[in-house]
């Protein structure tokens, strides 16, 4: 395990000592091998202990304990996360992918881009087992909004890799809400079934209100979907045919007080270069101003602002709102718990 020091390495050394006496008599191999399957009552002593030590409540059972956690205010789960973070994370800089990986799978890919290619692999082929007609599309290292942790100078920082096809997808994703608010004006209200409880959950049912220009913004907002889902792939292609292998560092700040900081790989042979276990280190190497980001974001603005007031023209001239289209009805559920 990593001897990273953080301001509660001595909290997370108690708990391991309370769930495996043994723990730090072992070699690192076993030390590691331990940690990715950690038997689930050592792993409750562990994280009780931890919970105990920072919050100050002992909780009996496990389901006290998720309860507890659950309780714990957004802004105040950073000592906890990154009190654990040497014990969840591998390598250098307690590396943590914040994904639905088992624990046990986390030492399967030595590198990002061994991890994204196999989960584009999962990702296509379960498109093709729910839709026969599927094609399966080449991998381009296809990595998109993927959630981490690690340490960057001794502290907790939280992470999101990306592609930089993927960063400038979210990026003409927000531009385009915007332009599309712009264009039609519009907001959301109420619908008759929101709020509505249903099973352990309640009902999601908000709907646009444009002043009775709702068919133009349903026809604006599918061709946007529709260019958006283009553009995602030819800029994939772009980027896997320049093949710049680099990196590009940028740390975000939401409104929330909330920090990132977003790690956008050039294409896959960047990702090829990118070991988990000395992550840091490798981006350093591999690293690019990021100021080289803002003109290939501007070119995308650019070309969806031109798609998009062109678009708006046509269906201002062209589209019938008379004529409905057949939509798929959908029901959206929300759990109970899904806001705590």
Known sequence: MSQAHHPHSAILRRAVMRAQPAFYSWSEDEQLAYRMSMPDEACFILERSVFYDLYGVDCKTEEALREAWNDVPIDELDAINETLLPWKGIGEDCFYLNEFVADEDRLRFATVDEYVRNDHAFQESARQESDSKHVIKPYRGNLQGTWARLYVDGRLRYAT??????????????????????????????????????????????????????????????RLYRYEA?????????????????????????????????????????????????????????????SELAPLEQRETDLLSEFLNAQYEDIQQNFNPKIAKLKKRRKILVHKDAFR
């Not at 809400?177 to 109420?190: G, N, T």
Request: glycine share 6%; charged share 35%; net charge negative.
């Open 161 to 222: 890799l990306t592609s930089l096809a993927g960063h400038l997808f979210d990026h003409v994703s927000s531009v385009g809400h915007d332009l599309l608010e712009s264009l039609i004006p519009h907001r959301y209200v109420r619908g008759p079934n929101d709020g509505k409880r249903e099973g352990s959950g309640f009902v999601w049912d908000m709907r646009r209100d444009a002043d009775g220009l709702e068919p133009q913004l349903d026809e604006l907002s599918t």
């Open 230 to 290: 283009e553009r995602w792939f030819e800029l994939l292609e772009e980027f896997d045919r320049q093949a710049k292998c680099c990196v590009y560092v940028k740390d975000v700040r939401f409104e929330t007080g909330e920090e990132q900081t977003r790690f956008i790989f050039s294409d896959k042979t960047a990702m090829v270069k990118t070991r988990f276990q000395c992550f840091l280190r490798n981006i350093r190497r591999l690293e690019h101003d990021a």
